[in-house]
């Protein structure tokens, strides 16, 4: 059973600049008695309230009615679930069509379901222990149910529409202003309320402009996968394939690492080296998402004869950039610039450079011979002669050539 959240302060501070945002087509999430979805309607050409309350959904159709407000439909969803269903099930669209009366939301419904606004006041209180009340909290740190939504609200949002949402002090700010980092948003504070426990922020947030342009380029269900020190890297679909996208990273003082990448990603494509680069522009770039695992997770999950015949493809491909005098740097410790599904993929090529006496091969031998991994090849039956390998990569160095490649390649055993 679900509580219906009684308004208080958030509510009305919300609602003030609800009825100075509101217009076209509005979405009011979590709508509870429907006092943001009421508020809205005065500008809106049309408004849905959801809630998971099946409660809330009854009293706020009553509270609409004593209002006398005609422009405004309310419907039991947790979040964006009802419109998901629309979207994927023909079935249940044509059932649940079937039963609504109002022509316009009949017609909004049937077409591609985009806002001009949402509204969210969500559950934004850290859950207490003992206690169930899905109308205020909004997970065990508060911010859970804030961070589902931005997963999915650009989906459901214009391209220049707004959200409007409040939460609390109690929720983490900071942690709040990640979550919107993370999904692309841009945002600012429209209002704050200290109260005596709490103090209540209201954010007006709109999609960035990347985030626009990858969406027109047809990624979807865009999010934050890791973080380094240069790049921050999002992961997305494309027509059901997985994506990556790589950006700068805004507190990186490193200069042109971007333009970089995608001009040597687009060199060494043509030799089958890197990951395949799908497209790119002035702030990021793109390319097909690389399954698998990094290459000592690999070597600790898989048997020698797998192993070597991994280690010296990685070579192969090192020899190529080698002829090509280009030089990947990081690759004698390329703990996670080598990924391993069918094939290893190299990656990260942004202080990839030119130079005469490229390093990419005597710096994996390095790698190999260091002393976890050698521990770790050991332990699989592969024992590495490090004294032969250092006079045979000395060699190599001095002549870069096929004949002094296969010399190292044939003390793997």
């Known amino acids: 059973m679900f509580e219906v959240y009684e308004p208080m302060e958030d509510s009305f501070l919300l609602a003030e600049h609800v009825k100075r945002y509101s217009k076209g087509f509005v979405l009011d999430v979590g709508t509870g008695p429907g006092i943001q979805a009421i508020a809205a309607s005065e500008k809106a050409k049309l408004v849905i309230g959801i809630d998971i309350s099946r409660d809330a959904i009854k009293l706020a159709r009553e509270n609409a009615f004593k209002q006398n407000v005609k422009n405004i439909c309310f419907f039991e969803s947790s979040l964006f679930d009802l419109f998901k269903k629309i979207q994927a099930k023909k079935q249940f669209k044509n059932n649940f069509l079937k039963e609504i009366k109002n022509k316009r939301i009949h017609s909004f419904l049937e077409k591609n379901v985009l806002f001009d606004l949402i509204i969210f006041n969500p559950p934004y209180l850290p859950q207490d222990k003992g206690i169930s009340d899905k109308s205020i909290y909004g997970g065990i740190k508060g911010h859970e149910t804030l961070e589902r939504f931005f997963s999915e609200a650009s989906e459901y949002l214009k391209e220049n529409g707004k959200i409007l949402i409040v939460f609390s002090s109690l929720t983490n700010k900071e942690k709040v202003d990640k979550i919107l980092q993370d999904y692309y948003f841009e945002f600012k504070k429209l209002d704050e309320k200290k109260l005596f426990f709490e103090t209540l922020f209201v954010y007006l947030i709109k999609k960035s402009s990347l985030l626009k342009t990858l969406e027109k380029k047809g990624l979807r269900n865009i999010k934050k996968f890791a973080r380094g020190h240069r790049g921050l890297l999002y992961q997305a679909n ?31 494509n043509k ?8 497209f790119s522009g002035r702030e990021y770039f793109a390319y097909e998402f690389v399954e698998g695992d990094f290459i000592l997770d690999f070597i600790e999950k898989n048997n020698k004869e797998d192993i070597i015949k991994i280690i010296k493809n990685v070579f192969n491909q090192l020899y190529i950039m080698d002829k090509l005098k280009v030089d990947k740097e990081e690759m004698h410790h390329p703990l996670k610039h080598i990924i391993i599904d069918k094939k290893p993929v190299l990656i990260d090529f942004e202080r990839c450079k030119k130079t005469k006496k490229p ?3 005597t710096q994996f031998c390095q790698f190999l011979m260091s002393w976890s991994t050698g521990l770790l090849l050991k332990q699989k039956g592969i024992k590495l002669n490090k004294d032969k390998i250092i006079k045979l990569a000395k060699t190599y160095k001095k002549e870069q050539t096929k004949e002094n490649l296969n010399k190292i390649l044939n003390t793997l055993n």
């Open 238 to 268: 494309l027509k059901k394939k997985g994506v990556a996208i790589k950006t700068k990273n805004p507190k990186s003082k490193a200069k042109a690492r971007i333009a970089n990448e995608v001009k040597w990603i687009k060199i060494l």
């Open 271 to 278: 030799y089958k080296i890197g990951p395949k680069l799908l």
């Open 359 to 361: 390093k990419n091969i």
